[in-house]
């Protein structure tokens, strides 16, 4: 007897490669408060970057909070690594305390060749590093390519795309709990019928290319020049 089961799935690699540049906004500072930590409308320093990063011909700007260290980006969360270590600031800074940057965090976490650290970042320690990149749920990962005269690789934050491609944690409590519908990658969903006892007889399947424009956020960079 054999079983014929058709599923459909789609992996989604939320990864650019095209330059990308940033710089440092200094005119406005994010609040050190747990309002800063939170998903919010009240997004005005965010609005006001964006119109300097087009108006200046940068990709995005990076926000400093009172102190004078690095928060964030216009849109997501900021990652920095130096030499064996994964340097993201702390929620304590006033960063967004985003969904993609908790499971960064816990992917990191696991691997056995970077340690996943949590501090302060000094606009300074941007031209020591070898690596920076944004996330958000929205462009999943997006490496920096330069910062002033500081250029940048990509190694890491290819290889951390490809653990959240495979990396779905179910909870008791959650955004995925256990009543969640089930997501599944190419090696899960074999896994999954191996651990009910088929055999998978042949595959086929459709690859569909999706355009980046329709999975990146601009809603900040779109503001109207007369603001």
Known sequence: NALLYMCSFVIVNLFSTSNYEVELFKDFHVSKHLLSTLKTNNKMINVVASVFAKENGFDNCLLINDDKNVVEVIN?????????QLITPPTSDGCLNGIMRKQILAIVNKMENMEMIE?????????????????NVITGIQPIT?????EFTSEVSKEIIELL?????????????NTHIRFFTYNSLLKLFEECGFKVAFETGVIWDVEEESII???????????
């Open 76 to 84: 997501g969360n900021i990652f920095m690594k130096m030499g064996n």
């Open 119 to 135: 501090k302060s970042i000094s606009p300074f320690d941007l031209q020591k590093a070898d690596e920076l990149f944004i996330s």
């Open 146 to 150: 330069k910062y002033r005269k500081k």
């Open 165 to 177: 491609n495979n990396n779905f944690n179910y909870t008791e409590v959650g955004l995925l709990d």
């Open 217 to 227: 956020d601009t809603s900040y960079l779109s503001v109207s020049d007369t603001l």
